[in-house]
């Protein structure tokens, strides 16, 4: 049985597929291997999958026999990284593959294809979502610094896509990336977050539809597919608080300069203590905010920068004192386009979070306890 492609069509498959690889020890080792299947027309079925994703695409070949052999998924994409000739030939003869390219030439074991998962099967042929790569693409990345993956929060293990656009949240950050969606809720697993954007990036197509199947989502590009795992996790209603009336808590507004507060952030942090990361904001009455930290073994620094100030007035005798943590707050400055950033708090109970604006985004972060 034999199959030959231009290498670089082939190496470009496998990224689109690679991201389905178990990345932890599984119980079939045959799980860790690319599955090539040959089609009619020189058409190669290529599939990855560790049972929670699926990615199947579709390769031309300069020619393939009707067949299908797997080959280890480490080793291939090692390989084919190195090699620098046109062409790739895989000649299967039982238990071992012979690879050629240019001058090199090699061979590999393959487990079989018995033990191989079939592809998932579709059996909903309408769609519940149409978009361009772009705008769902956006979203994703816009929000993936809150998507939670600590398993102990269960409850927070997703992304939400609703009619109002995106939630991820893991506990202390919350984002919200406002766009309109023709479509009814529906949850992507954080675990796979990742690796959804990555195949969304690497596709060259622009059209993408989901499908809605009874165990897992399908998002179609062209002939390509990949499949996650739903989860049925339901998020609160943020939208409503975004969107809902003006409080006396959205009155107080304070605003920085992006880089100027991201930049400060990251000299202050150097005297920040390892295990809280915690900085205190000093906002004094003549627009100013000192930003300072002191770690356990006393090291220290301080920082001033501006700020402008909007429906209150903060006096000289008495400012107010906020904490965070300051990797959360570097993490959505890194997000956010708009020069300025503008801050909302409630300056009487440290429980409320702040929340940040900038466009269609909107994040609410958790402030630290005070500290000594």
Do not use: W
């Not at 906002?283 to 920082?303: H, Q, V, W, Y």
């Amino acid at each position: 049985m034999r199959f030959e492609f231009v290498r670089s069509n082939l190496s470009s498959t496998l990224d689109f597929i690679k991201a389905a690889i178990p990345r932890k020890e599984v119980a079939e080792p045959v799980l860790n291997s690319f599955h090539f299947k040959g089609l009619e027309n020189n058409k190669v079925q290529l599939m990855a999958t560790d049972y929670d994703l699926m990615s199947v695409a579709i390769c031309d070949a300069e020619f393939c026999d009707i067949g299908e052999f797997t080959i280890p998924a480490d080793k291939l994409l090692s390989l084919i990284g190195l090699l620098t000739g046109d062409k790739i030939s895989f000649d299967v003869q039982e238990s071992s593959i012979y690879i050629k390219c240019g001058s090199y030439s090699g061979e590999f074991k393959t487990l079989g294809c018995e033990n191989y998962p079939p592809v998932f099967e579709i059996t909903n042929t309408q769609s519940i979502l149409s978009f361009t790569k772009d705008k769902v693409l956006n979203g994703f990345k816009r929000i993936d610094f809150a998507v939670n993956q600590d398993a102990a929060k269960k409850n927070l293990m997703a992304v939400q896509v609703s009619k109002d656009g995106m939630v991820a949240s893991n506990g202390s950050v919350t984002a919200v990336y406002r766009e309109h969606f023709d479509v009814n809720t529906f949850c992507i697993s954080s675990s796979c977050l990742s690796d959804l954007i990555s195949v969304m990036s690497i596709s060259p197509v622009e059209q993408v539809d989901i499908f809605e199947e009874d165990a897992y989502l399908v998002f179609k590009f062209g002939d390509s597919t990949f499949f996650t795992r739903k989860t049925n996790i339901t998020f609160p209603d943020v939208f409503g608080k975004i969107d809902g009336p003006t409080n006396e808590n959205n009155k107080q507004l304070l605003s920085f300069r992006n880089a100027e507060l991201a930049n400060a952030l990251k000299r202050i942090s150097l005297t920040a203590p390892d295990d809280t990361r915690i900085v205190k904001f000093e906002l004094n009455g003549d627009n100013t905010a000192k930003i300072s930290a002191r770690d356990n073994k006393n090291f220290f620094s301080e920082e001033v920068i501006p700020y402008t100030a909007e429906s209150f007035d903060i006096s000289q005798e008495n400012p107010v004192q906020i904490y965070f943590n300051y990797s959360l707050i570097l993490d959505v400055l890194s997000k956010l386009d708009s020069e300025t950033v503008t801050f909302k708090f409630n300056f009487e109970n440290i429980r409320m979070p702040v929340r940040i604006d900038d466009g269609n985004i909107t994040v609410f972060v958790m402030r630290s306890a005070p500290v000594d």
